[in-house]
């Protein structure tokens, strides 16, 4: 699960870390009385909450929304109103959003804070080692993807265990990296310190803070953050599930999130109900192999309750992009009858319009044919993968 | 004979009252496994699918000699359980489970180091080897006895990957899923080396998946072996994008985005026999 910039900051700041003053506003008024209530005369930074990078570098669809991109800084309270008005619910798009982009509901208004100099600092799961990796750069400019491809000696790697926070050798090994002095040592040991807390005691997945602003003064200020966090463990944060944002996901794969199941949309025509990730992938390489896109993919691996399933199923079939829909199941803990059974409920409710192919194998694999075959419905069997991805391309065809 | 567990392993099953134990244990025993134990917390001295139940691992294994154990416990609980079997020194212990927290499984990996008990998973089939031991939820049924090992991160192309050794009148020594989880138990490396030492095994078929880096270290393993088994090996994920996450800092830890093609090129290079498409496997252990 990720969350939004000003939810990061707030996290950041309940565990010592400086960020500059601000606050979520929803409406230009808010945004105005946020700017009113500090005592700074500006400048402003309004930033679009919604979860992407590159917000600076985007645009927004509508023309109302002006041309600068999702963040702005802004001179006077009177821009404020001005500029939240133009940025609140417009479409940002970025290059992380695709091309649909995104709503903007709510925006930050952050003090303009003036730093010496700013610095690249992250947190994220090494899976090989299973220890926390803290990551840090110096950046200039913010393209710290074409840095980090092009050479790796610029990027300092430390191991952080789960049980124990940053050492002290470690603290300076960071100071010396950034060449920084020692007024920004106590700074910097609170900072990661209370980095790595926040990471453990939320089963954090990603902590990223790009950039962290260095004071004149030494100390260190988080100007922006991106947090994730691990959905597994969700249950034991009742805190965290309440920052939840839906509007972040589609009307499709909020459902079947409600469901239990992982749905994905992609951008071509064919719709996918599969029971693992490693089928979906092998099912999307099988499709691109002959030059056709996934609409979108439904992994059911693990439920077993068949309206469930036959929930899961009619998401599909009512993505308005799916030509054809090709379902490849081994089941093993999933029964394949479960399957056939869903497969006959969701039609039975919105029809069957386009091709279906189905392939089955492992647990009741003959009595989930046998169900489908007695439906008399038009859903032609499959033997393996590649068989099952040319007679639905066919059908598809001879169905035009 | 096999790797780690075959008709002679005796098992304990943790969690064995449950619904989902009840459901495979008895196909497991019905297979053949030797289900000497079950472990309940307070269900001690019930007989459940004729195996006696106990409160806790060491006493399973203090009375039965019980040697390892696959879970069927939620995942919030696998941590526990595990940390039982350590304890207990088990050879092995397996969880199914789905959802354990990443956490979770970093302490679980910090467990581990040190002590005697290898423990394959979470959210895995398990490991199976035909006609002597099930410990997982394999559709038996269509597991041969033979020769090829397989090993794989994804669970449902695991079976894929059994058909296709099928398909080519061959047969399994011995089949274990690692799990695609961000963290997890054994890796290839452990297996590939096993796999070697076993002298029932001729060949192996790997199948890996997109994200993190297991096939690169194993392909940097299997290059140093002197005397090499033929690995065939499938990668899933080609057709995926390239998906900018939210934030860079995963491009940045591995030094740039290594995709699949990277990972099959790594594989190539190491000695791999490396397929595009997963159906193709079954051709080249017919010309093997």
């Not at chain 1, 002006?66 to 702005?72: D, F, L, M």
């Not at chain 1, 719709?271 to 992938?281: K, M, P, S, T, Y």
Request: net charge neutral; proline share 3%; with cysteine.
């Amino acid at each position: 699960m990720n969350i939004h910039e000003y939810q990061a900051k707030k996290i950041l700041s309940d565990y010592g870390i400086l960020i500059p003053k601000g606050g979520v506003a929803y409406t230009p008024n808010e945004a105005k009385k946020i700017a009113s209530a500090s005592s700074s005369k500006g400048p402003w930074i309004l930033k679009s909450q919604i979860q992407s990078g590159f917000r600076n570098n985007g645009y927004f669809l509508e023309k109302g929304a002006g041309k600068q991109g999702g963040i702005r800084k802004v001179k006077s309270r009177k821009d404020i109103v001005h500029q939240a008005k133009q940025m609140l619910g417009s479409t940002l798009v970025t290059e992380q959003t695709g091309p649909k982009g995104r709503l903007v509901g709510k925006i930050y208004v952050e003090s303009y804070m003036q730093v010496k100099n700013i610095f690249y600092m992250a947190l994220i799961i090494d899976s090989i080692t299973a220890n926390i990796k803290l990551l840090v750069a110096e950046i200039k400019d913010e393209d710290i993807v074409k840095m980090a491809l092009s050479n790796s000696r610029k990027i300092l790697k430390i191991d952080l265990s789960i049980n124990q926070g940053p050492t002290e050798e470690q603290i300076y090994k960071i100071i010396n990296f950034l060449k920084l002095d020692g007024k920004s040592l106590k700074s910097m040991e609170t900072f990661v310190t209370g980095l790595h807390k926040i990471f453990v005691d939320y089963d954090a997945t990603m902590i990223e803070l790009s950039p962290v602003g260095i004071m004149k003064n030494g100390n260190l200020v988080v100007l922006d953050a991106k947090m994730s966090f691990d959905d597994n463990a969700l249950y034991r944060h009742k805190s965290l599930q309440k920052l939840q944002d839906d509007n972040e996901l589609e009307e499709r794969e909020l459902q079947a999130f409600k469901y239990g199941f992982k749905y994905s949309e992609f951008d071509g025509n064919i719709g996918c109900i599969v029971n693992g990730d490693g089928i979906a992938l092998a099912a999307m390489d099988a499709l691109g192999r002959k030059n056709v896109g996934t609409a979108c993919f439904l992994n059911v691996k693990g439920g077993v309750d068949k309206d469930k399933i036959a929930a899961g199923i009619k998401i599909i079939m009512t993505n308005p992009k799916v030509e054809g829909i090709l379902i490849n199941v081994l089941g093993g803990f999933l029964r394949c009858n479960l399957i056939a059974e869903g497969i006959i409920n969701a039609t039975s409710e919105v029809g069957l319009n386009v091709p279906l192919v189905v392939r089955f194998e492992g647990t009741n694999k003959e009595e989930a044919q046998e169900i489908l075959e007695r439906s008399k419905l038009p859903i032609i069997i499959a033997d393996n993968m590649e068989n099952s991805v040319d007679m639905l391309l066919q059908a598809i065809e001879e169905g035009e | 004979m096999s790797v780690f567990v075959n008709k002679k392993t005796k098992v304990l099953c943790q969690g064995i009252t449950g619904t989902q134990a009840t459901f495979h244990i008895r196909r497991s025993i019905d297979y053949g496994t030797q289900v000497l134990a079950g472990v309940s917390p307070g269900k001690a001295g019930m007989v459940h699918l004729g195996v006696p139940v106990f409160n806790t691992v060491k006493e399973a294994k203090q009375e039965t000699g019980v040697n390892a154990s696959i879970m069927y416990v939620p995942s919030i609980a696998v941590k526990a359980a595990v940390r039982e079997a350590v304890e207990a020194e088990l050879d092995l212990a397996v969880s199914i489970a789905d959802g354990v927290p990443i956490k979770d499984m970093m302490e679980i990996k910090s467990m581990l180091r040190g002590s005697k008990t290898k423990f394959i998973g979470p959210n895995t089939p398990g490991i199976i080897t035909p006609n002597e031991a099930r410990l997982g939820i394999f559709p038996e049924n269509i597991h041969k006895k033979g020769k090829i090992g397989v090993v794989s991160r994804s669970s449902t192309l695991t079976y894929e990957a059994v058909i296709e050794i099928n398909k080519a009148n061959k047969g399994q020594s011995t089949v274990i899923g690692l799990g695609d989880d961000m963290v997890i138990g054994m890796d290839f490396i452990e297996v590939i080396d096993a796999f070697h030492k076993d002298k029932n095994t001729n060949a192996i078929v790997l199948i890996g998946q997109l994200g993190g880096s297991f096939e690169e270290k194993a392909a940097e393993y299997y290059q140093s072996l002197p005397n090499k088994k033929p690995i065939i090996a499938f990668v899933a994920g080609e057709a995926v994008p390239f998906d900018h996450k939210m934030g860079y800092a995963g491009e940045l830890i591995s030094n740039g985005y290594v995709s699949v093609s990277d990972k099959k090129r790594i594989m190539q290079k190491s000695g791999m026999i490396v397929v595009d498409n997963i159906n193709d496997i079954n051709e080249i252990l017919v010309n093997m």
